[in-house]
């Protein structure tokens, strides 16, 4: 178990190798510039991720997918009315606008995917609660009387993750957020089509 000052260290050491990676894509990105940026030395790096680059980068993807839920907070646990669905568009809108084309999670499962089953569990589990999380506003909403109860709430919030997802993938390609904001735009236009009676 890291003691406080170590968690500190193991921390600072992620935070500088996720900026190298957003600065420099993750090809780019050896443990020698995450050392200079986190000013620790390589046998610091190797006592907090012995098994070297690979698992540092999966300590950021690690982070990187805890960033996803956080940057859509408070707006994704109050999903109970449509003007809190609208600010919970703009706030996920927002977070990739900023993001821009690169997209350190995405290239980080990218790269480590191919070869390790963690990557992907990191990418499962952060798409799971996600879901999850949109599934339980819909829920909300049934039971408020916003949304018909017998709209498939698990399917619809798997269509609202998935239609971000096309969004922020073709944002990464184009520059644009215009297919992200309309692909979110029609799911809560959907949702709200289904008001219950």
Same mark, same amino acid.
């Given at each position: ?144 009387? =916003?949304?018909?109860? &017998? %709209? #498939? ?5 798997? +269509?609202?993750?998935? !239609? ?14 215009? =297919?992200?904001?309309? &692909? %979110? #735009? ?5 949702? +709200?089509?289904?008001? !219950?009676?």
């Amino acid at each position: 178990m890291l003691t406080k000052k170590g968690s500190a260290t193991r921390q600072r050491i992620i935070e500088a190798a996720a900026t190298e990676i957003r600065e420099r894509g993750v090809g780019n990105v050896t443990l020698d510039d995450v050392g200079r940026r986190s000013n620790t030395g390589k046998s610091q790096l190797f006592h907090y991720f012995p098994e070297g680059r690979e698992q540092l980068l999966l300590a950021v993807a690690q982070r990187e997918a805890d960033r996803v839920i956080e940057d859509q907070e408070p707006y994704l646990s109050g999903l109970t009315s449509w003007d809190a669905w609208r600010q919970w568009r703009d706030a996920v809108v927002e977070r990739y606008r900023r993001q821009g084309v690169n997209c350190p999670l995405g290239a980080l499962t990218t790269e480590i995917n191919r070869r390790t089953p963690a990557a992907r569990e990191v990418t499962r589990q952060l798409f799971e609660q996600w879901r999850h999380r949109v599934e339980i506003g819909i829920r909300e909403m049934q039971g408020l009387g =916003h949304i018909d109860p &017998a %709209l #498939d709430a698990s399917a619809a919030a798997s +269509a609202v993750i998935a !239609a971000i997802q096309g969004g922020v993938v073709i944002l990464m390609t184009t520059g644009s957020s215009q =297919h992200l904001e309309a &692909a %979110l #735009d029609f799911c809560l236009d959907h949702l +709200a089509w289904f008001r !219950a009676a």
